[in-house]
């Protein structure tokens, strides 16, 4: 059984950081682009980043760009978002997903076929 299972989420103010970690089990996605959406209340799921196999590509949603930061090791099949000057518009639940490809990072959900169960962040003004 294929599982993703998401940590580091919670209440931070504005200008603040949190690290999101996500741990892949069930089976290796090392040759597997990972990423990350994010969903609002009242919003659809957005794209917020996403990484290639190798680390060598990596790809983020305009809002985001110069604050976060997408990683990954392989050997612990897990992914990392470091968040930093964080505003509260970034207030969502964060979800760790995988794809099957390996050198496309799409930004639409129906790409990815693995999702986590997701991690609340809270960011107050």
């Known amino acids: 059984q294929v599982q993703l299972v998401e940590s580091g989420g919670g209440l931070v103010q504005a200008g603040g950081s949190l690290r999101l970690s996500c741990a892949a089990s069930g089976r290796t996605f090392s040759r597997n682009i990972l990423g990350w959406f994010r969903q609002a209340p009242g919003k659809d799921r957005e794209f917020v980043s996403g990484?290639?196999?190798?680390?060598?590509?990596?790809n983020y949603v305009d809002s985001v760009k110069g604050r976060f930061t997408i990683s990954r090791d392989n050997a612990k099949n897990t992914v990392f978002l470091q968040m930093n000057s964080l505003k509260p518009e970034d207030s969502a639940v964060y979800y760790c997903?995988?794809?099957?490809?390996?050198?496309?990072?799409?930004?639409?959900?129906?790409?990815?076929?693995?999702w986590g169960q997701g991690t609340q962040v809270t960011v107050s003004s």
């Open positions: 997903v995988a794809s099957d490809s390996t050198l496309y990072i799409g930004v639409r959900p129906r790409e990815y076929g693995y």
């Open positions: 990484i290639t196999w190798t680390g060598g590509s990596t």
